[in-house]
């Protein structure tokens, strides 16, 4: 019996976790469909992989992040920190932009009636207080309390003093060398705990999708199609465009296909999670042992996407602010729209990467074109559907991104991982050869 279960685990164990958690999420959507409401019984379940995802996060922020300025020197520190942040604000202005025009194409909202519903929503931060919340008055509350921007901006302060410090104090050098040393065992340390927490994930994503179908129905998919479908089709338009095309062919002269392949476990995972900072875990196990990205690079950049990319963000809110724009009946003009991008890409930066984030974000750029927030309440019904859909494609961004800071400091391991297998595949179906 006992060498039965063994053989069991070892043959499930042998399917790419990929796979286990695609039939989780197809399973767990057909239950909640057949059974409905019943199946809010396995929400702990649910929870329970979202509390382990979020218990990870800023323990792999700290030690992950000061491993890989371990290995920078300050002029490194500066060209990897510039390009990443440069990259960023380039694609986040894309897809705000691409939001912006798959909006005017298709025009959503035209002809739908706001119905009732007040906007329940926090008292969204002005832009002064989002910029100012980068910096933490008291670093550890920031940690104790998951605030991602300010525990980030922190920790790269203290270890770009640490470089310095071993730098320009050479009899203090080991002693730096000590605290990255530890640092790194955390790391290590972390990415065990990361390998048994996704284990656990194909049973939580199952109950995750159970719960949420099975509670709010098929509606979670059709409510408000028409908005659904414009914000869908334009992160569908800037991952093909911005990410594969521009980033990984034209810039990183590198197979998209294989891209893809390397990314696919972070891009399911946060779907299903609708959190960036919580598939952080995921997306940087695909970093390392798929696109074979060296951690003095993804270690940065990662952390960095997971508070600061939201892609996704702009391209919704955009979006959504024109859908409310049709739905009130007072269309936005163009430079109405181009303070909508403005504000939707930097709003965007401060949006935290957690489930339910863009609706409180969305009172802001409602409040400064002067929208009512009964929209809010309005676009609540889809929210869960839009929250996957871009947190999908902010995951998505943060490895384009740091695939082509990786390229430009040579930190990319091009014959180990999908590099490779990609590359075996396509051989095989080139005809003739020498």
Known sequence: MTRSVSSLWRQYRSVPLIYRIFVAFVLGSVAGL?????????????????????????????????????????????????????????????????????????????????????????????????????????????????????????????GIALTYVRAQKPDLADSVDSVFEAFEVGAEAMFVVVRGVLEYGVIGVFALMAAGIGTEGIGVFTTLGELVLAIAIAIVVHIGVTYLLILMVLIADVSPLAFLAGAKDAMVTAFATRSSSGTLPVTMRNAEEDLRIAERVYSFTLPVGATANMDGAAIRQAITVMFAANVVGQPLVLTEQVFVLLVAVLISIGTAGVPGAGIVMLTVILTQVGLPLEVVGFVAGVDPILGRIATMNNVTGDLAVSTVVGKWNDAIDFDRGVWTRQTSRLDSVMPGGD
């Open 34 to 158: 057949v059974f409905g409401d019943r199946m809010a019984i396995v929400t702990p379940l649910g929870d329970l992989f979202l509390r382990l995802l979020d218990m990870l996060v800023i323990p792999i922020i700290v030690f992950t992040l000061l491993t890989g300025i371990r290995q920078l020197s300050p002029a490194r520190l500066g060209r990897i920190g510039g390009a990443t942040v440069g990259l960023y604000a380039v694609t986040t202005t894309i897809a705000g932009i691409i939001g912006l025009a798959v909006a005017n194409v298709l025009q959503p909202g035209r002809g739908v009636e706001l119905v009732g519903g007040e906007a329940q929503s926090q008292s969204p931060p002005s832009l002064m207080e989002v910029v100012l919340g980068i910096v933490p008055s008291n670093p550890v509350a920031a940690m104790a309390e998951g605030n991602l921007l300010a525990t980030v901006f922190f920790v790269i302060v203290f």
